[in-house]
């Protein structure tokens, strides 16, 4: 258990050093309809070995920061309004735009959700694979070709040496993605940010895919950031989760902890919108699942106080009454954006979420 801290990038200042810190990131876009704040002072970190899940509903703001951090949001519609992303102390948004790609190229790497939009149809994957690392590293072309098979050969792509002569759609899905991971790996990044690595495949694949990435990342002691909708997963790889609503982190803590013992009414009612192994006390195991009444809010028109106000169960006067709460230290070692974030933990624990297909990942 972490010692009580106030990091404001809800990491566990009692481990190692954070290898990225993201801290008070706000991004806004330009609309017709007037400005929309899709991340709205957003902090996190991560440290080397350690797995982050950054969770939320769609729309929540997940892509839109990860983009930032790489560099790769378009400005115009997006502007940066405030706040840093820091690699081992080095402020990437302090940079030009292309050192701080090529910063991120050297030691961030990202997976995006859609493999077949991200890779290029009209190469094999071995020439990808090849460009990338002589660009990157100055590498020869023989020696680089030979790389790509053993990067193909890491992420169990059979008969790597024949299939880098394939083109993209020549692979299976979930192949595919296997290639977009050993893309993101092949400058050995320190920190890898997977956004929805999975969403687009069938469970099965999904489960292999996340065992493959828990195992790179444990054998390589990267740093792993992962945007996924699957609580499961998170409950079986991550160590801490950041939960985000309306652009918002409005819980972050140890995964184990959160999942039991929520703070947030909203991580909270994610929670009884999955699968459990056991009912909760008073459930009917049979009872088809809670899903959380409402919609998430048009940012362009947040309601006033607290944004979840109108789905919360536990909403009471002041949560309609700006300013809305700030995220806080509610517990050791765990924040949370709630007025009630006191009398949510004197809730009685949750079952942790453990759907089947996450039972799979550490074991596969
Ligand atoms: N190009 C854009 N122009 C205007 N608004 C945008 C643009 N891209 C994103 N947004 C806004 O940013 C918000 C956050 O988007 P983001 O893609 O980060 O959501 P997400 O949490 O990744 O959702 P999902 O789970 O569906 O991937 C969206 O709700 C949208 O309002
Ligand atoms: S501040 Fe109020 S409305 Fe917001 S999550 Fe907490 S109890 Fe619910
Ligand atoms: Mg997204």
């Known amino acids: 258990m972490s010692t009580v801290t106030d990091d404001p990038t809800g990491g566990d200042r009692s481990s190692t050093e954070p290898l990225l810190e993201v801290e008070d990131l706000v991004v806004e876009f330009a609309t017709s309809d007037g400005v929309v704040r899709a991340v709205d002072g957003l902090s996190w970190s991560v440290s ?37 992303v820091r690699f081992r102390g080095t402020d990437l948004l302090s940079l030009p735009r292309a050192e701080h790609r090529r910063y991120c190229g050297d030691h961030v790497a990202m997976v995006f959700q859609d493999a077949l939009a991200a890779l290029n149809p009209v190469y094999t994957v071995g020439f990808q694979l090849t460009e990338a690392l002589v660009a990157r590293t ?30 993209p759609h020549q692979f299976s899905g979930g192949m595919r993605q296997r290639v977009m991971i050993a893309m993101a790996l092949a400058l050995d990044p320190q920190v890898l940010i997977a956004d929805e690595p999975t969403t687009a495949l069938d469970v099965t694949v999904q489960a292999q895919i996340m065992t493959l990435l828990a195992e790179i990342q444990a054998e390589r002691q990267m740093a792993l950031v992962l945007i996924t909708h699957d609580l499961g997963v998170v409950a079986s790889v991550a160590d801490r989760v950041t ?28 929670l009884r919108s999955v699968p459990r192994l056991e009912a909760l006390p008073g459930e009917d195991e049979d009872a088809e699942l809670a899903v959380i009444p409402g919609r998430p809010p048009e940012l362009v028109a947040l309601p006033p106080g607290c944004s979840f106000h109108p789905r919360c169960q536990r909403s009471v006067a002041g949560c309609r009454v700006d300013p809305g709460p700030a995220l806080r230290l509610v517990a050791p070692g765990r924040r949370a954006a709630c007025h009630l974030a006191e009398e949510q933990l004197a809730d009685p624990p949750v079952p942790v979420a453990a759907p089947a297909p996450a039972e799979e990942v550490r074991g596969g």
């Open 243 to 270: 939960v985000m609503y309306a652009g918002r982190a409005v819980e972050q803590a140890p995964v184990l902890d959160a999942f039991t013992r929520p703070a947030h009414p909203y991580t909270a009612a994610l």
């Open 48 to 84: 080397a070995g350690e797995t982050l899940a950054v969770v939320g509903e769609s729309g929540s703001g997940k892509s839109v920061s990860s983009l930032a951090v790489m560099g790769l949001l378009q400005t115009p519609p997006a502007r940066i309004v405030r706040g840093s």
């Open 138 to 167: 100055g590498t020869s072309r023989r020696e680089a070709r030979r790389r790509a098979v053993e990067l193909l050969d890491l992420v169990r792509v059979p008969n790597a040496a024949q299939r880098v002569r394939d083109y």
